[in-house]
């Protein structure tokens, strides 16, 4: 009975973990024409070329040199030396009908 309530315990405090409201930071380019590519190396193909003015969603780090970002829907990878971070947001809540 024990090992069940721990079990519970475990489980729910998982639960409330996975739900806590996520932030997400903004970003944009520090160069003209950064690229975002499909895999992390720049010897990968290029999926678009990032305008200083585009706003990025930075999903997370990679590693020390790349991170996971969007761009109006599209994820890919950025080098992070090319990132100009902004302050972390509020993640957007889906609003409910």
């Known amino acids: 009975m024990k090992k069940l309530l721990f079990i519970f315990a475990l489980s729910l405090q998982t639960a409330f973990v996975f739900a806590a409201d996520k932030t997400e930071v903004l970003a944009s380019a520090r160069y003209e024409n950064s690229k975002m590519y499909r895999q992390p190396g720049t010897s990968t193909q290029v999926l678009r070329a990032v305008n200083s003015t585009d ?8 590693n020390s040199n790349w991170s996971i970002v969007t761009i109006n829907g599209q994820v890919g990878y950025m080098l ?13 809540t889906l609003a409910r009908k």
């Open 55 to 62: 706003e990025i969603v930075v999903v997370r780090k990679y």
């Open 80 to 92: 992070t030396s090319e990132l100009a971070q902004a302050k972390p947001q509020p993640a957007k």
